[in-house]
């Protein structure tokens, strides 16, 4: 019998999947793409219906024919890529190539790895769905549309290697805007009155006015408070009404990329570049006595659906080491956000059998924090829910109300080993042997003067919320976002909070006024729409793109014809006179931001640099314990003592990427060859002498799923990124 080829995108699913199929089966991975446009020129014919110009990708070639090989010795050919638009294209992609050798050839998804899936899928193979496939296209086209138009013009009128990535922009509208929010905001004041009370036994009762007349108190002044705590001092407290009522709470879905980002950055004061690269090694496997293991299934997922084995796999867990009467009497499912792609599960662990504490031992700290988070949170999902009983308390003195509320937890259920943060501190806050009509007396009143606060700044985790709730990118991109938009300086980190820098609004400035409806926050969701559209036959690629493309190339000629005036309006007047010329000072932008410069150039070539202020990390100083600040010295940054020159320490600054040689628990850092020349290499030196020249980017491979990549630049190909494990290369724009 003739075997048959299956075709993935991983080598470590490849791996796994032969194991399902058996020996009548040869499965094979692509390592991702096998084709891209090309790196040097837009790759688009743009008067022939936008078409892409699709080419192998450099070091594929060995590959592909490898593959044409075994599809002319096969039976059936079976496509298992990703069960997504992107898995779909890189479908259609070898297709192309392989249909010549083998025309029998059909499409496998694999929406979960278990045995039983993977030999249904392959019972259940169809053909290709090329709607999904234009609606890749589409995506992709449009993306490159916008890098190929947009960077150039902010090089032209800020700076040379500037970028403007559709997602990226947008992110940084979201913080620019929130700091508006924030700058123009002007704080109210207001009172509370609060009451200490004593039953007749000399029970204490807590309680807060709460409204005057029927309706709600506003009190704007001290005067007008003291005015309420004469008149409150001669009524009478009695207790109004106390009532009670049985509510239940049900547990949360398990994590996907964006809500394990989001609570890991809360609970853990983890980055999410920090969580991904944990996450990735939680995922690629650890070393434990029964040898190395992946504990918890792919990370990058935007699906909350779990397999048939994984729930009946819990459920047994759950009745085995809390009770049945933990287990709900259904299966609990949870319905996925209308844009999930569910191409993969929701993330769980692998095994119900590798308990936290008996992995423990071979974890390192974060690695152990947050398999447990993983953990608890899954099983959680399936656990029966907790009842809780809500108590109010009104208690009345003349025409004011006062109110007290309190909860108490009847039955735990799922809060047994997963608690929400918003009841975190669930108890009851007045006595139960009160009844309707009691008599309490008056303690102490006691006011308060408070502000009304601003809308607080982004951090990692609120950003990632946002993104997620507006339908912005994906969730697996949304810790490059954040990085990128660090690195390239268009925001800064003021403890957790996301503050923009000056170069990062006037970019948000520049985008927003030369192209409203492109970084407009509704873009992404609107063109998801489009893309969900052309996927269902609703909408025909080529007029979708036509109707986008037009439009944005005028708005993209109409900001080049004003690059000038744009320039001249970044420019700000100096206070001083050329010491060289007597000419006046200009502040311009450069590509290491803003400098003085002589309004007489070119004639004359004065320029000076404009004094930053340095940032404050979290670090301490090893020598004296006072705060450490970042600095830029002729190599690059490095973190030295605040205290210089009292104190000379300085040590390397950290890119937060975990150092990839196995069983190290260094992290890898910024250094100098003895010539001046950066490279990358591990903080636990000697001991581990891992080192690179390229710098690392915590963006985890889309081929083999390493968990970083390193950006390196050609003559030829220009900028681009590269997986150090299995060379797989990634454009800028992607």
């Known amino acids: 019998m003739a075997k048959s080829l299956v075709i993935v995108e991983s080598d470590a699913k490849a791996k796994t999947i032969n194991r399902f199929l058996g020996k009548n089966y040869v499965v094979r991975a692509s390592v991702g793409h096998i084709k891209n446009l090309p790196k040097n ?37 079976y496509l298992a890529t990703d069960p997504d638009r992107e898995g779909e294209a890189i479908a259609q992609h070898l297709s192309d190539e392989i249909i010549k050798s083998n025309p029998n050839i059909q499409r496998v998804l694999f929406h979960e790895i278990t045995e039983k899936a993977v030999q249904q899928a392959i019972e259940q193979a169809h053909e290709i769905n090329t709607t999904r496939v234009e609606a890749q296209i589409a995506r992709r086209v449009m993306d490159r549309l916008v890098g190929y138009n947009v960077s150039p013009f902010l090089w032209k009128t800020i700076y040379r290697g500037l970028s403007a990535g559709r997602v990226q922009s947008v992110a940084l509208r979201l913080i620019c805007e929130r700091e508006d929010e924030v700058s123009g905001f002007t704080a109210r004041e207001y009172w509370s009155i609060e009451a200490n009370l004593k039953t007749s036994g000399g029970e204490l009762v807590h309680s807060r006015l709460f409204k005057l007349h029927g309706e709600d108190v506003d009190i704007p002044s001290e005067a007008e408070a003291n005015r309420h705590l004469k008149a409150i001092k001669k009524e009478e407290f009695q207790v109004a009404t106390l009532s009670t009522k049985m509510i239940e709470r049900k547990p949360v879905a398990p994590y996907t990329t964006s809500t394990l980002q989001q609570e890991a950055t809360r609970k853990l004061s983890m980055t999410t570049k920090q969580i991904m690269a944990v996450a990735q090694q939680l995922y690629e496997g650890v070393d434990l006595p029964e040898g190395r293991v992946g504990l918890i299934s792919y990370m990058r997922t935007d699906s909350t659906r779990v397999s048939e084995t994984a729930i009946e796999e819990v459920r047994q867990y759950i009745a085995e080491d809390y009770g049945l009467e933990y287990v709900p009497k259904t299966v609990r499912k949870y319905k996925n956000k209308k844009s999930a792609q569910d191409a993969h599960e929701a993330i769980r662990p692998t095994s119900l059998k590798r308990l936290p504490k ?262 301490k100083c090893d020598t004296c314990g006072s705060s450490m600040v970042v600095k830029t010295g002729r190599f690059g940054r490095f973190l030295a003592c605040s205290k210089y020159p009292d104190c000379k320490f300085t040590k390397p600054f950290s890119t937060g990427i975990p150092c990839p040689e196995e069983g190290c628990t260094g992290n890898i850092v910024e250094r100098r060859s003895g010539r001046g020349k950066i490279f990358y290499g591990c903080s636990s030196y000697p001991k581990c002498k891992f080192a690179t020249w390229y710098k690392p980017i915590p963006q985890a491979c889309p081929s083999c799923g390493n968990g970083y990549v390193e950006m390196r630049s050609t003559k030829a190909k220009g900028q681009f990124m590269s997986c150090p494990k299995c060379k797989h290369e990634i454009a800028i724009e992607e």
């Open 41 to 77: 020129r837009i790759g688009v014919d743009i008067e022939n219906g936008f078409e892409p110009e699709y080419i192998t990708i450099r070091g594929r070639g060995k590959l592909l024919a490898e593959l044409k090989k075994l599809a002319s010795t096969s039976d059936h050919v």
């Open 358 to 619: 008996k992995v423990a031992s071979s974890l390192n700290a974060s690695q152990k924090k947050l398999y447990e988070m993983i953990w608890n949170r899954f099983v959680a999902s399936q656990m029966e829910s907790a009842r809780i009983k809500q108590s109010t308390l009104d208690v009345s003195a003349g025409e004011y109300l006062f109110r007290s509320t309190g909860s108490t937890i009847e039955f735990k259920g799922f809060m047994q080993i997963y608690m929400p943060d918003s009841d975190e501190e669930i108890q009851d806050s007045f006595p139960k042997s009160l009844k309707k009509g009691d008599s309490l007396n008056l303690n102490e009143l006691i006011p308060g003067q408070h502000f009304t606060k601003p809308p607080a700044r982004y951090n990692e985790s609120s950003l990632v919320r946002e993104l997620d709730n507006l339908n912005i990118g994906r969730p697996s991109t949304y810790s490059l976002i954040i990085s990128t938009l660090l690195d390239r300086k268009y925001v800064e980190k003021e403890g957790r909070a996301l503050l923009p820098t000056d170069l990062g609004m006037t970019v948000k400035g520049i985008l927003v006024k030369q192209f409203p409806d492109l970084f407009n926050v509704r873009f992404t969701a609107e063109m998801e729409e489009m893309l969900d559209l052309i996927e269902s036959g609703g909408r025909d690629r080529k007029t979708v793109l036509n109707g986008f493309y037009h439009p944005f190339l005028k708005a993209v000629e109409q900001a080049l014809e004003k690059k000038e005036e744009i320039r001249e309006a970044l420019q700000e007047d100096a206070e001083d006179k050329c010491p060289k010329c007597g000419n006046g000072l200009v502040i311009k932008w450069g590509r290491n931001g803003k400098f003085i410069a002589c309004t007489g150039y070119p004639d004359c070539r004065f320029t000076k640099p404009v004094e930053e202020t340095e940032e404050t990390v979290l670090d």
